[in-house]
């Protein structure tokens, strides 16, 4: 494999860029979009989240609390149908974490994906892979991305492109301080979906309409709270309705 792609560049957690990213692998942003949660309250959520990212810095107070906690975080079951795949490539967490929440999406708002793009294309040459086998497919993946102004680029550099957006420098050996991962509702359930960790850690049962209240409990009692010192988290919901 070319070793460009070996370790790919850090996206940037600005829904405006991301959400040019999404229409790329064919999610219709006239219907679904990464929104801002640009406060905790209650009363600023907004209902219908399909997902959600999270950006945390790669703090060793936080991945130490992980570390400590063991097997304990991952024993409550996780449904099969669920989907979830390892990251083997550096700085990747970003693409994977969108892959995530666009593949566990639930059938009514499976609509809002064209059938013909990428996404659909990755899951179901690899909906039947082991989540070793499908970090191994996403590094190489030779699966094209048709852009909405038409161009055809491979995965690697449609991410590539929306790194480097902001960059003055790009350097594909840049290592991030930030890691994504993804919190999806599937089968009545808050999941969170890490490529780095061992496997996806189902936290709790959950309505859909409290989902995004749950998230946010999650990352305050396991993240933010974990590293006072940290400022650098932002919480991003995957929301129909918005442009």
């Known amino acids: 494999m070319d070793q460009k792609f070996e370790n790919w560049l850090p996206l940037e957690s600005n829904t405006i860029l991301l959400n040019k990213y999404l229409a790329n692998l064919g999610v219709n942003t006239d219907f679904a979009n990464f929104v801002d949660i640009v406060s905790f309250e209650p009363e600023f959520l907004i209902p219908g989240s399909l997902g959600a990212l999270f950006v945390y810095p790669d703090s060793p107070a936080i991945n130490n609390y992980f570390f400590e906690q063991g097997d304990k975080m991952f024993e409550k079951p996780i449904p099969q149908s669920l989907y979830y795949m390892k990251q083997i490539a550096e700085n990747a967490c970003g693409t994977i974490a969108i892959l995530h929440i666009l593949a566990n999406i639930p059938k009514e708002y499976q609509f809002i994906i064209n059938e013909e793009s990428f996404c ?8 039947n892979m082991t989540p070793e086998e499908r970090a191994e497919y996403l590094k190489n993946c030779k699966l094209e991305v048709k ?5 055809v680029k491979s995965l690697q550099d449609a991410h590539k492109e929306v790194a480097q957006e902001n960059l003055e420098d790009p350097n594909i050996e840049l290592k991030a301080g930030h890691h994504f991962i993804a919190f999806v509702w599937h089968n009545g359930s808050v999941i969170e979906l890490d490529g780095r960790k061992k496997a996806p850690i189902n936290y709790a049962d959950c309505q859909q309409e409290l989902f995004l209240e749950k998230v946010i409990e999650i990352c305050q009692k396991h993240y933010i709270e974990k590293d006072l010192k940290e400022i ?3 919480l991003m919901a995957f929301q129909i309705g918005f442009e």
């Open 120 to 127: 659909p294309q990755f899951i179901q040459n690899t909906i």
């Open 147 to 151: 852009k909405k102004d038409g161009q």
């Open 232 to 234: 650098g988290f932002n």
